[in-house]
């Protein structure tokens, strides 16, 4: 068979769903082999979206996304996504195409050199050179992507390798085993929890594993220990618990991190140095890590003990041993009572432009409990992170370490493919959305039941914000705004708008949106004047004295 041939089976038999991108002429044998597969390919507008969709693949099922361009431009559109799938630590293959490698036909005219710049930016790069080395290059890259800690990988295949000819055969993938942890680390855990007089869980985005929910869940049933989540770490637990105390959004004046104050233990459960750290680590504190792999030391993390290996089996072994002691857990639930008071305070605003706050509100009210938010990244990412309750896992899909704009929409796409029975509401600010706003194309010709709401403030709203709390003059970060419902029709979705003049209109198009068929988008104008209030100086002024 010719290599691309071979390829496109060994994704076959590493269990390869789909394929999302944008081919050029280099990929042409490789889009021709998955023609003739089980594959299903997803050509998308813009290679960011392939690449975020692939991410999301690997996010939700822990399996490998797969995403194609070609050389050159189609490849440094990829690298957005890329390094959001190494951060987020997302298991991705990105397969890149290359003019032929054994004999020039066109000098240097689109070639860059992609194998060195993606080597910065994932796990392993290289160029297939042979049609021989196709299998084993494809099952490697496919395996390190998904091994902890898991992240991206990038293959190149040129095009004069793809037309080779070889007898090899694919490799059929083999599923492995996570290594536990040694007993003793797990004892020393176990005495240090006992020992302590105020423990805390800090719940991260390593923790995001389905088996991890489930003995994490019997280990604070049986001893009640609070626990707080990163925002990438929302949902891993059920948040209508009454042991969860809130998740870390911006301020490290916020009641959560004064509640973390207030721990002598903070155990770290799936905590990812590159998610934005909500403490840091000071002598007042002891750290536990139990993750995958060790922790990376710096001046913001630096654990006292850590248990290294598959994290449910050390949640189960600890539960297992540990004694339930008379800790003293009234700090905490005293500081989430304040929280949840200031989390109340003007969510019933009838105040239009919508405040946050309200906003919040009405997901939580409208939104099915499985429901999926699926957040670009702007300002609304911290007030639904602090004031939204997830209560399945990975009902709430957002992006804390590289915090991009422009994946809400790629993310929410395929979300929505995986979980075709849940509703799902991409919440996109009008600067994120309009990044990769020819998708919506993707979204319409995919027959997706999608809602994506666009809050409207005709800037980049974080940043004017930042820019005002540094006493600095309002430049450089406003713009004007297409007509969104206009602009859903010309793409044969649904738009919503004009008849939105208050919470409630909102309110119901939302109940209206997610029960309907195909794309819907809600403009709905956002006022952003309480974030002092809640994430700025204002914040440390509510928290004084706790």
């Known amino acids: 068979m010719k290599a691309a041939e071979i390829f496109v089976e060994s994704l076959e038999a590493c269990e390869v769903e789909y394929v999302f991108g944008v081919p050029g002429e280099e990929n042409l044998e490789l889009l021709e082999a998955i023609r003739k597969s089980s594959i299903k390919m997803i050509t998308t507008r813009d290679e960011q979206t392939a690449v975020f969709m692939a991410a999301t693949v690997g996010r939700l099922t822990g399996r490998a996304g797969v995403a194609l361009s070609t050389l050159g431009p189609g490849a440094t559109n990829l690298v957005t996504g890329v390094a959001y799938a190494q951060l987020g630590a997302m298991p991705l293959l990105v397969i890149t195409g290359q003019k032929p490698i ?32 196709v299998p084993s290059s494809v099952y490697n890259a496919i395996r390190l992507a998904e091994q902890e800690r898991p992240g991206a990988v990038h ?27 040694d007993e003793k680390s797990i004892d020393n855990l176990v005495e240090a929890i006992e020992n302590s007089h105020s423990p805390i869980i800090l719940i991260g985005a390593g923790a995001n594993r389905k088996l991890i929910r489930k003995q994490l869940r019997s280990f604070i ?53 590159t998610e934005k750290p909500p403490v840091l680590s000071e002598n007042t504190h002891k750290f536990a890590h139990i993750n995958f792999s060790p922790a990376e030391i710096d001046d913001v993390y630096k654990p006292d003990m850590e248990v290294i290996g598959d994290i449910s089996y050390a949640l189960w072994a600890a539960t297992e041993i540990i004694e339930v002691k008379d800790w003293d857990f009234s700090n905490f639930h005293a500081i989430k009572e304040r929280l949840q008071k200031n989390i109340e305070k003007g969510s019933d605003s009838d105040n239009f432009p919508i ?48 915090a991009t704009m422009g994946a809400g929409l790629g993310v929410g796409m395929m979300a929505k493919m995986i979980n075709t029975d849940k509703k799902v509401v991409v919440v996109a600010g009008d600067g994120g959305f309009l990044m990769n706003l020819a998708d919506l194309e993707t979204a319409v010709r995919l027959k997706l039941d999608l809602t994506i709401i666009v809050l409207k403030d005709d800037g980049y709203g974080m940043i004017k914000w930042k820019q005002k709390s540094m006493d600095l003059q309002d430049f450089g970060l406003s713009f004007s705004n297409p007509d969104f419902e206009q602009l859903a029709d010309s793409f044969g979705a649904q738009g919503h708008g004009k008849n939105i003049n208050s919470p409630d209109d909102f309110e119901k198009q939302l109940q209206e949106s997610i029960n309907s068929k195909g794309v819907h988008i809600i403009e709905l104008p956002i006022d952003y004047s309480d974030n002092n209030s809640y994430f700025g100086e204002d914040l440390k002024k509510s928290t004084e004295g706790i």
Do not use: C
């Open 355 to 402: 405040k946050p706050q309200r906003f919040v509100s009405s997901l939580r009210k409208i939104l099915p409990k499985d429901a999926i938010l699926s957040l670009d990244n702007g300002m609304y990412k911290l007030w639904i992170a602090r004031n939204y309750p997830a209560y399945e896992q990975n009902t709430v899909l957002l992006d804390n370490a590289l």
């Open 102 to 133: 054994k004999k020039s036909k066109q000098g240097k005219f689109q070639i860059l050199d992609v194998v060195g710049m993606m080597k910065p930016i994932t796990k392993l790069s290289e160029t297939i050179v042979s049609a021989e080395r």
């Open 155 to 181: 293959l190149e295949f040129p095009e004069d390798i793809a037309e080779e000819r070889s007898d090899v055969r694919p490799i059929k993938w083999q599923k492995t085993r996570r290594p536990n942890p």
């Open 221 to 273: 049933d049986k001893t009640k220990i609070p626990f707080i989540t990163t925002q990438m770490g929302k949902g891993v637990e059920d948040e209508s618990s009454p042991h969860y105390i809130g998740t870390a959004a911006l301020s490290d004046s916020d009641f959560v991190h004064k509640a973390l104050e207030k721990a002598d233990l903070i155990i770290m459960v799936g905590h990812d140095i």
